[in-house]
């Protein structure tokens, strides 16, 4: 049977996830999942690239470096712990760090960076190595993200019922399973998923990288004045297809907000309307775009997040919401097991992105592949 490992190292850069996949019966199964740690100097390193600055190309190809030791270590990592030898994984399928996203300048400048170099890791771990799975997507017009639709496409349609596939991760993305197979699969990102939430927390308690449970939010009281004013926000206005990411929605954009409320707010209220921004941003965009969906299945780290989860499921009453952990599948090994799959597509030369989500003018076979 052949093995695939899934890399993934997520906008909320809280962890590297590695993921042993196979697929018997064509249905993928998790063998063994690791968080490969990301030590806080390569965090800020991160962190400094995703914002324009001084110097971008040599601390970028540093860096590319550096993250391309890191992942090959994750991979060894993953392997020690299951006993697994290097030469019974087919391939490994990298999604790399997102430093730039930029779907929405002009035509013929739309860009998205991705780095985590590919030779290092195929090189150290002996393993080919399928990366850079966004910018093919982008060639033909589409946004480069998000792709992990194909993935949810694949596993979690069924005939009988339409279904919606919601992803919260640094940002949220949700994806429209329709129950027939002429009518296109849809997806987009909903706006932030975690990143607020974890900014913030991280801003005002120094020690703590996310809330945990969402205890902090579900202790403070929603200031519906300033939630009103975050939903006016024009990304959440923007029709599908559409994509963001730590660019867009960070620190800096809450607080060109935040400055009109300067000594009226306390920061557990705060932390409380971002909770309830996320939810209602999350479950506007599903209702208007994806009202056919009886049930909803959520994945990413961000279900762990009790008092968003909550909040979720109340604005969402006649909708049956499930986790990916109901299939089978550990909401928080989702994508890097889609990234495995992906790897998987690409070597059989199949296309992974669905134009009906990221906007391509066709479908396209993605990324590079780096013999092992
Ligand atoms: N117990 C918990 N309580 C609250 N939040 C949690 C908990 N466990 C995980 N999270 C949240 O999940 C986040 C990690 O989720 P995930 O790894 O899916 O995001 P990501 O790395 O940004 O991925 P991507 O952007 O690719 O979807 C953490 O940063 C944190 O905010
Ligand atoms: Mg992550």
């Given at each position: 049977m052949k093995h695939y490992i899934g890399l993934m190292s997520g906008t909320s850069l809280d962890a590297i996830d590695a993921a042993l996949v196979s697929f018997p019966d064509e249905r993928p199964v998790l063998h063994h999942a690791i968080n490969y740690p990301l030590s806080q100097s390569l965090r800020n390193d991160i962190l400094a690239l995703c914002t324009p600055g001084n110097n971008?190309?040599?601390?970028?190809?540093?860096?590319?470096?550096?993250?391309?030791?890191?992942?090959?270590?994750?991979?060894?990592?993953?392997?020690?712990?299951?006993?697994?030898?290097?030469?019974?994984?087919?391939?490994?399928?990298?999604?790399?760090?997102?430093?730039?996203?930029?779907?929405?300048?002009?035509?013929?400048?739309?860009?998205?960076?991705?780095i985590g170099d590919p030779n290092t890791i195929a090189e150290l771990t002996g393993i080919t190595t399928v990366a850079d799975f966004r910018r093919r997507d982008m060639t033909v017009g589409g946004q480069g993200a998000p792709l992990v639709p194909?993935?949810?496409?694949?596993?979690?349609?069924?005939?009988?019922?339409?279904?919606?596939?919601?992803?919260?991760?640094?940002?949220?993305?949700?994806?429209?399973?329709?129950?027939?197979?002429?009518?296109?699969?849809?997806?987009?990102?909903?706006?932030?998923?975690?990143?607020?939430?974890?900014?913030?927390?991280?801003?005002?308690?120094?020690?703590?990288?996310?809330?945990?449970?969402?205890?902090?939010?579900?202790?403070?009281?929603?200031?519906?004045?300033?939630?009103?004013?975050?939903?006016?926000?024009?990304?959440?206005?923007?029709?599908?297809?559409?994509?963001?990411?730590?660019?867009?929605?960070?620190?800096?954009?809450?607080?060109?907000?935040?400055?009109?409320?300067?000594?009226?707010?306390?920061?557990?209220?705060?932390?409380?309307t971002l909770s309830e921004l996320t939810a209602t941003s999350i479950t506007d965009a599903i209702k208007k775009y994806a009202a056919e969906a009886i049930e909803l299945v959520v994945c990413g780290g961000g279900v762990r997040n009790t008092d968003l989860m909550q909040r979720i499921v109340k604005k969402l009453a006649s909708t049956t919401v499930k986790t990916s952990d109901d299939y089978g599948l550990p909401a928080e090994w989702m994508e890097a097991v889609a990234f495995a799959w992906l790897a998987r597509e690409t070597l059989a030369y199949r296309p992974g992105n669905l134009p009906g989500v990221t906007g391509a003018h066709h479908p396209v076979v993605l990324g590079g592949i780096f013999p092992g």
């Open positions: 971008e190309i040599d601390r970028m190809g540093q860096l590319d470096i550096v993250l391309g030791n890191t992942f090959a270590a994750a991979v060894k990592q993953l392997l020690a712990d299951t006993g697994i030898d290097a030469t019974q994984i087919h391939a490994i399928g990298s999604h790399g760090q997102t430093i730039r996203h930029r779907p929405g300048l002009e035509k013929g400048k739309r860009f998205t960076l991705q194909a993935f949810h496409a694949a596993f979690f349609s069924t005939d009988t019922q339409t279904r919606a596939i919601l992803n919260i991760g640094g940002m949220a993305n949700v994806t429209l399973l329709p129950t027939d197979t002429k009518t296109p699969v849809s997806g987009f990102d909903t706006g932030p998923g975690n990143i607020l939430l974890d900014s913030w927390i991280q801003q005002q308690q120094q020690q703590q990288p996310c809330d945990h449970d969402g205890q902090w939010a579900a202790s403070g009281t929603v200031n519906l004045h300033l939630l009103d004013t975050l939903l006016k926000d024009r990304f959440f206005q923007l029709p599908p297809p559409k994509s963001t990411g730590r660019e867009y929605f960070n620190l800096a954009w809450l607080q060109q907000y935040l400055n009109a409320y300067k000594h009226t707010l306390t920061p557990v209220d705060v932390q409380a």
